[in-house]
T-cell receptor, first 108, second 116 residues
Framework: KNEVEQSPQNLTAQEGEFITINCSYS?????LHWLQQHPGGGIVSLFM???GKKKHGRLIATINIQERHSSLHITASHPRDSAVYIC??????????FGTGTRLQVFP | GAGVSQSPSNKVTEKGKDVELRCDPI?????LYWYRQSLGQGLEFLIY????????KSGLPSDRFSAERTGGSVSTLTIQRTQQEDSAVYLC??????????????FGPGTRLTVT
């Protein structure tokens, strides 16, 4: 069983829709990353958070430490948001453990 | 400023040959990480450096894999006697010193290794 579970695995949306991607993890963590990977493979860190909520433009990330759950929200989705979104948790040893990713496609 | 850079961007090698992959972290970042993404699979941790020492090598898949870091900067991941299952994208990341704090990791563009 993967220590980091993401859902859904695949997500299709129409431009403008509100999108939510969920991440659950099984052990205590130092922090959680949300990463974005575009076709071609480059990875960009969107957020790192250890409590509460962060917002950057149309992206919002929340984390509930007690429930071991995080969500990534995209408001007013756009085709350029199409990518794989990866949740990764940071344990004491500072290495990241990754979820399997959510493939998002946003159509015009 | 400059981000994490990796070279080569693509490498095709024959089975049994040795390969070296290079990572240049962001200047001043003392922590450096190697990860691997195999085709159709998720990302997995390989090794972590703090300065020049590697406190966590738990992710290296076999003794054919080794890594070193010199001068607290550049790191090289070496794969000896490559096998087809080594084909993957190898990603490097760096962050500021981690002891006593939690810092964001910044990823390089990766090296796509194909073993024929």
């Amino acid at each position: 069983k993967n220590e980091v579970e993401q859902s859904p695995q695949n997500l299709t949306a129409q431009e403008g829709e509100f999108i939510t991607i969920n991440c659950s993890y099984s052990v205590g963590i130092s922090a959680l990353h949300w990463l974005q990977q575009h076709p071609g493979g480059g990875i960009v860190s969107l957020f790192m958070l250890s409590s509460g909520k962060k917002k950057h433009g149309r992206l919002i990330a929340t984390i509930n430490i007690q429930e071991r759950h995080s969500s990534l929200h995209i408001t007013a989705s756009h085709p350029r948001d199409s990518a794989v979104y990866i949740c990764a948790v940071l344990y004491n040893t500072d290495k990241l453990i990754f979820g399997t990713g959510t493939r998002l496609q946003v159509f015009p | 400023g400059a981000g994490v850079s990796q070279s080569p961007s693509n490498k095709v090698t024959e089975k049994g040959k040795d390969v070296e992959l290079r990572c240049d972290p962001i200047s001043g970042h003392t922590a450096l990480y190697w990860y691997r993404q195999s085709l159709g699979q998720g990302l997995e941790f390989l090794i972590y450096f703090q300065g020049n020492s590697a406190p966590d090598k738990s992710g290296l898949p076999s003794d054919r894999f080794s890594a070193e870091r010199t001068g607290g900067s550049v790191s090289t991941l070496t794969i000896q006697r490559t096998q087809q299952e080594d084909s993957a994208v190898y990603l490097c990341a760096s962050s500021l010193q981690t002891s006593g704090g939690v810092y964001e990791q910044y990823f390089g563009p990766g090296t796509r290794l194909t073993v024929t």
